[in-house]
């Protein structure tokens, strides 16, 4: 076993490479690790994955239905949702941290290999995503801020182009960057602080300490959904609440870009200020070895602060200081938030009780709120195709000499071009409950293939038997949702409606 130098795992992927874990201090570059260095190093990824959560589910889907049906049986589901999700954040982490080796690249290596799994994971993340709802719906906010009013129907182009010159701006800061990872959670601690800083001290000024309490209750009260509501519109707030339900692995990249475990051993993707940087197309594991055991605790428990104290408390908050404020804004005002007009709903009704400075001030959220989630999101669909790319084609990593910039960039401006043509095919939040159900999808298979992965890992980074368990809840969970939203999809009525 000391000689040890390559890990088979799964099928029709090279093994795994072998060597120690690394050190924290000697990742981070600190003497050691304490919550200072932890609050200035370690935490990162779940920062970029809870920029994408707040906003689809966050500041559309659930203030939508919130508005409408209240918090009662709505927010049980945000509640279970939220902890689904980040058991399984932590579980697909768990693979990349151990091996290095991202999601995309990690679902090779189950049977029947990655020809199958790898073109079968991307068409299932692309068709969530590549509508562009958040897009549009950060358009519809830009415009409303620079003009000083929402938009008439005969303005919507306007509104697209906004939209596309916001994923112009995502471009911009991956090319201005030394590190994209980096580039990326240092705009979300600026952009996830400064909304949920304004959308507190708004929500606390404004809103009575009842409304505060039904969400509250809401949030931990189990109860039947509200009466009219649809499982596909009850599916949508759940696929959306915290992240993408199933899908949630395509955010989980950045573990090893921010050299979480053997993902130092693997290298990142670099900006174009960042110089070259060398990306292993097959990952590396450790041995069973006293010392490797313990570091793995380490590592582990790292990533729990990450996903428990960050992301999961972050979009908990996320969803209930938005849920909470539309509920309010719908009470007083007796207007409903719709499918065409929840984007810029608070700030307009807002903005007629407290005036114009409100006004701007709410669409200032809106638009920070969308913008996170259309920078993670339009981001996550190059990375996790540059990655699958760079993995699987010994031809690719020679045509772009090994640099993955060579692929990333040029690959970037395409799917900003497809982008641009999706968000004309619907409104905004049609668009994004598209997305939250085709997220749902994702829970009926990759549960599954996590657990044929993470079995497989050296023993000290396996799963105990529970976190299986919690693995086959996601499926029921979300999986349930999807197949109401098919039925619905398919005959126009919806197969459960409470």
Do not use: C
Not at 142 to 156: K, M, Q, S, T
């Amino acid at each position: 076993m000391e000689t040890q130098t390559h890990y088979p795992l799964g099928v029709s992927r090279p093994p795994l490479d072998v060597a120690d874990l690394p050190e924290p201090e000697d990742v981070f570059k600190v003497r050691k690790l304490g919550p200072l260095q932890v609050v200035q190093f370690v935490i990162g990824p779940s920062l970029i994955a809870l920029g994408i959560s707040i906003g689809s589910g966050e500041w559309l889907l659930g203030p939508q239905a919130v508005g409408k049906f209240g918090f009662v049986g709505i927010g049980w589901v945000i509640t279970v949702s939220a902890l689904l999700q980040t058991f399984y954040n932590v579980e697909v982490s768990r693979y990349v941290v151990a091996t290095g080796e991202v999601p995309i690249v990690g679902w090779g290596r189950v049977p029947p290999g990655w020809k199958f799994w790898v073109p079968v994971a991307l068409v299932v993340f692309y068709f969530a995503f590549i509508f562009g709802g958040w897009a549009a719906g950060a358009g519809q906010g830009l415009f409303a801020l620079i003009v000083g009013r929402v938009h008439r129907p005969d303005e919507i182009e306007y509104v697209r182009l906004l939209a596309i010159g916001l994923l112009l701006v995502v471009f911009l800061i991956t090319v201005l960057a030394k590190k994209v990872s980096r580039a990326l959670e240092l705009t979300n601690w600026v952009l996830v602080g400064t909304l949920l800083l304004i959308l507190l001290a708004v929500t606390i000024a404004i809103v009575p300490g009842s409304v505060w309490w039904e969400g509250v209750r809401g949030l931990v009260t189990p109860a039947a959904p509200p009466s009219g509501i649809t499982a596909t519109q009850l599916g949508g707030l759940a696929g959306f609440t915290a992240l993408a339900s199933g899908l949630n692995w395509y955010a989980m990249n950045h573990y090893r870009d921010k050299g979480y475990g053997m993902g130092h051993r693997v290298g990142y993707l670099s900006g174009m200020r960042g110089g070259r940087q060398e990306l292993r197309p097959v990952g590396v594991t450790f041995l069973d070895t006293p010392e490797n055991t313990s570091l793995w605790r380490r590592w582990y428990r790292l990533l729990l602060i990450d996903q428990w104290a960050v992301f999961f408390v972050g979009a908990m908050i996320g969803m209930l200081l938005p849920t909470v404020l539309m509920a309010h804004v719908v009470a007083t005002s007796g207007q409903q938030p719709t499918t065409a007009n929840v984007p810029t709903f608070a700030a307009s009704q807002l903005g007629a009780t407290y005036g114009q400075g409100m006004f701007y001030l709410m669409l200032v959220v809106g638009v920070l709120i969308l913008f996170s989630t259309q920078l993670g999101i339009f981001e996550a669909l190059v990375r996790n195709f540059t990655d699958a790319a760079h993995a699987t084609s010994p031809r690719l990593r020679r045509l772009i000499e090994g640099d993955p910039r060579r692929f990333y960039y040029p690959y970037m401006l395409v799917v900003l071009a497809i982008i641009a043509g999706a968000i004309h095919l619907a409104l905004p939040t049609e668009l994004v409950q598209i997305s939250a159900n085709m997220s749902n999808l994702g829970a009926l298979v990759f549960p599954f293939a996590l657990m044929y992965l993470n079995s497989r890992l050296p023993r000290a980074a396996r799963p105990r038997p529970w976190h299986y368990v919690i693995l086959v809840l996601n499926f029921l969970f979300f999986g349930f949702f999807f197949v109401n939203f098919v039925y619905e999809f398919v005959t126009g009525a919806a197969l459960v409606k409470f």
